[in-house]
Every structure is written in structure tokens, then in C-alpha cells.
């Protein structure tokens, strides 16, 4: 028997979406569009909150099937209190995340019961989790759930660099100290015990799961682009290049180091820095750059739309993102994608994000070390047009193989089979042409030593 909207002979999927908006910036838009390119592959129904509703019923949901659930009678007085506790809504992003897990059991409580019935009568294939992606939140519907579950892809884990414990307090990440108690939070184990297939963004994700997960493991970062949309730019020779950073003004991200590398540097006084963003630290940053005089040469632009960021992108040279604590950092892919040279810390999700010899990697260190590294390597870019162009193409190129939506999705795809042990050889999800097989060699065996 088939459901209505549901095909023969294509995987029949359940997706669980806590966050999945599309005007809304990061992981809500990411979850969103990510859904939309699966729903070309397979038939899906996903089930997100009411919250989402007006924005997706608005421009729709690719080919997928929409249901809402409502659970603001628990989820808004956590928020509030979660805002109260943190003072800021730019930081204390551990405790936020803690807080919102009595609101996301009652999301999968409520999911369960709309379809558990469907879920024994065989309608759907399996159960993906696509939202929330940190890995400390447990699914219980793994354990309820008659068919395969999936989870991902999660990002989270990374740890706080011991240099940076300024950073950390400035964050109010306090809850860093006691993560490691969500291993004995109810459904934890459960969830990785019972999954049949984990997307795991990063190598520092990966790790952090139980050691009964790694078999299941697949390196699977989050996000995409759509190729077609960022056209490569046609860049002119300028006297004056633009060193752009994009992002929230918060202690980790670390825009002060750019600041810095330009009160440092006669040499990048000569050309342009852009911040694009908004948070607690722009005070701060804007009263280092008027002591030192750098106002004809630094830009405070505010948080301004994504098209906008998209032109600013096209219009700029260099992408410097010296964030020491970044999960994931999408805002690379964007930026590669736009043509432009990356430099960013080797550490967490850049160092994935930008691959070598697409990019500019420096080492992690405390403010002192950054700002070094930072200046060394931005004095070399604007001095070396052809390198920025070199190092341009190579991002551009790497990204639109690897993190196309339309590659990501039928990634996605071979995962299902292989969980439904309808496929034997586990796929690889760098593993699309010859040029990729260091990188997915690398991958391959950081993600296995544990198994």
C-alpha cells in the first residue's frame, strides 16, 4: 500500500527537525536546506516545530511532506530562563543547549505518538534526527522506533584550548567543567547503542561518541552550497584589497586578532578590513581600533542580510576567520565558494572546512600567537594577488565537489542503504574522485581507531 505523496520503489523517510527555518541564519537554514535536497532522493515526511511554520509554509519545502508540533508550553519558559541565566544571547551556548533538553524529550515524545502506529504499519523505511545536531542531546525515539535510526550530521565535543581560559570565562561557558555529565543523562547511551547509522561532522565529534558508536560512524560535516547560486566572481586587479570577516563578535571568534594584525601591520593599513556581525565584543573592538587610529582602514558593518554578506563576499579579497574554539565554521564553505583566500585556525571544524593547499591554516595559540600568525600570513596575501586568486580557485573547486547539496544528499542516500543492509561497502563520503583519496584515507583512519 502506498501513502499519499509516497512513490514506489524510493527510500520512505521520517525526519526529525527540531530547528529547520529557512530565513533563519546557521543551523535552522542548514537543516532546512539539506532536507530539501533529500526529499529529491527519497520520500520524506519531517516533523518540525510550530515555530518554523510561517517561514517554511512561505516558500515551502522541496518535495517533502510537513508536520508541526507544538511544545512551547515547555519550550518558551526554558528559553527564557536559559536568556535569564546567561545574561547574553550570544554566549553560554553550553548551557542553552542543557536547557533545551527537557523541550526536545517532549518534541520525540510528541513525534512518537503521531506516528508510531505508521512506524509498525511499515510506512516509513527508517528514522532520521537531523536536528538538533549536538551530540550531548539523546533521541529516545532510537529506542522506541521499530525501524533503523539515524543521527546526524552532529557536530559538538570540541574541546576549549588551554590557552584561551580567557576566552572561555569571557564566554561564560562555566557548563564546559561538568559537560561530560550528559553521558548519564536518561536515553544517551540508548541513542548511540541503537542507532544504525551516525553522521559525524568532525574528527572531534567523532571521538567523543561511546565507544559502542564507532562502527557506525560516518565523517559527514554539516552544511552545503548550491553551486549554481555562488558563481564564481570575476575579479579586477585593486591597489587596496579587503580582508573580510563574518561572524558573531563573541570572545572565541577572536575578531579582535584581526584588529590587531592591522594596528601591528603598516603593510595592511595600506588596504581594508570589513567586520561583518554584531555581539558583546564590538564595544570593545571599537574603542581598540579608534585608539590606534585605524578608522580609514577598519569597518564595522553590524549584522546586515545574507545577501548582503553574499555581495560583500564576491566584492572581497580575503576571508580571515581566526575563531579558536569553531565547531563547524560554514562560513568557510561560503566564502570558498564565493573565490575568496581563507585563512583560519587549524583547529576543529576549519581544519577540515579548508582543505590543504585550498587555504591558509595557522597554528593555534592564546591572543599573542594569533595575532602574529595572523599578520604574517595577511601581509603575504595582499601583497601576492596571484596567490589570493591560486588559493581562491583551489577553495572554490575542493567545495563544490564535496559540500554541494546535491552531493551531500546522495551521500545521504548510500548511508540509508548501508543501514538498511541493502549496501555492503561503507560509503566514504570524500570519496568522489582520485584527487580525494588522501583526504578520505586521512578521515578513514582517524574515525576508525576507535572502532
Known sequence: MLYPNQTAQRLRILMLADDCNPEWHSLPALVYNYICQ???????????????RPNIEAVGMGNAEVVYLDTERIAAPLYKLAALLSGDPNTAMTLKVAMGYPSYL????????????????????????????????PSP??????????????????????????????EKEW?????????????????????????????????????????????????????????MPVRHAKERQ????????????????????????????????????????????????????????????GTISQSQVGQLMRESEIFAFPSIREQGGGVLTLAMMSGMACVAVNYGGPATRVADGCGVKVPLGNVEELTASFTQELETLVQAPSLIAQLGKAGRDFTATHYSWENK?????????????????????????????????TVTKLFSKKA
Not at 40 to 46: R, S
Not at 116 to 131: C, I, P, T
Not at 142 to 170: D, H, M
Open 106 to 137: 517532549a518534541f520525540e515524545w510528541l513525534a512518537w505518538k503521531r506516528f508510531r502506529n505508521e512506524l509498525k504499519a511499515g510506512r516509513f523505511d527508517l528514522v532520521h534526527r537531523v536536528s538538533p545536531m549536538s551530540p550531548t542531546t
Open 409 to 441: 544528499a546522495r551521500k545521504t542516500i548510500e548511508i540509508y542503504e548501508w543501514a538498511l543492509g541493502r549496501r555492503q561497502e561503507k560509503p566514504d563520503f570524500w570519496a568522489t574522485s582520485a584527487s580525494s583519496q588522501t583526504m578520505s584515507n
Open 175 to 231: 557548563m564546559t567543567f561538568i559537560r561530560d555529565a550528559h553521558r548519564w543523562m536518561p536515553f544517551y547511551r540508548s541513542t548511540y547503542k541503537r542507532a544504525a547509522a551516525i553522521l559525524a561532522a568532525y574528527q572531534h565529534t567523532g571521538e567523543d561518541l561511546p565507544a559502542i558508536a564507532q562502527p557506525q560512524i560516518f565523517n559527514f560535516p554539516e552544511g552545503g552550497v548550491d553551486p549554481e547560486v555562488f558563481t
Open 141 to 170: 525515539i532510537a529506542s522506541w522506533c521499530p525501524v533503523p535510526f539515524v543521527i546526524g550530521p552532529l557536530n559538538g565535543g570540541l574541546k576549549w584550548p588551554k590557552q584561551c581560559t580567557s576566552e572561555l570565562l569571557r
Open 38 to 52: 533529500v526529499s529529491k532522493y527519497a520520500d520524506v515526511v519531517v516533523v518540525t516545530h510550530i515555530r518554523n
Open 242 to 301: 579587503t580582508v573580510l570577516f563574518v561572524g558573531r563578535l563573541v570572545p572565541f571568534k577572536m575578531p579582535e586578532v584581526l584588529v590587531r594584525s592591522f594596528a601591528a601591520s603598516p603593510i595592511l593599513q595600506q588596504h581594508r578590513l570589513v567586520i561583518v556581525g554584531d555581539g558583546p565584543e564590538r564595544s570593545r573592538l571599537e574603542q581598540i581600533v579608534a585608539e590606534a587610529g585605524l578608522t580609514d582602514c577598519v569597518e564595522f558593518t
